[in-house]
């Protein structure tokens, strides 16, 4: 079992940033990747970013690329999500996910989310 806890979250004006905060426990050693999505009100969840646990290879979705950065401190086990020039539509809540094996992040962990706010 991985337990996940984010933070971070808040309300925020358009164009403004936030830093969210996952930190892993419990069977931290069989973690390979960690990934944030996010889901809107009304929406489908989405995937917003993710990297590889060891070589800290970041991938992004289109929607985000060039505003955000995903890293990791392997030391903390503790994966970071920078978001910079928010824009109203990033408003969601936020997850960090790890997931079961490979890319099955539906049956993975999940984190409780954050929510994020940015107002216009």
């Known amino acids: 079992q991985v337990q996940l806890v984010e933070s971070g979250g808040g309300l925020v004006q358009a164009g403004g940033s936030l830093r969210l905060s996952c930190a892993a426990s419990g069977r931290t050693f069989s973690i390979y990747n960690m990934g944030w999505f996010r889901q809107a009100p009304g929406k489908e969840r989405e995937f917003v970013a993710r990297i590889t646990w060891i070589t800290g290879v970041p991938v992004y979705a289109d929607s985000v690329k060039g505003r955000v950065t995903i890293s990791r401190d392997n030391a903390k086990n503790t994966v970071y999500l920078q978001m910079n020039s928010l824009k109203p539509e990033d408003t969601a809540v936020y997850y960090c996910?790890?997931?079961?094996?490979?890319?099955?992040?539906?049956?993975?962990?999940w984190g409780q989310g954050t929510q994020v706010t940015v107002s216009s």
């Open positions: 996910a790890v997931p079961k094996t490979g890319t099955d992040w539906a049956n993975g962990y």
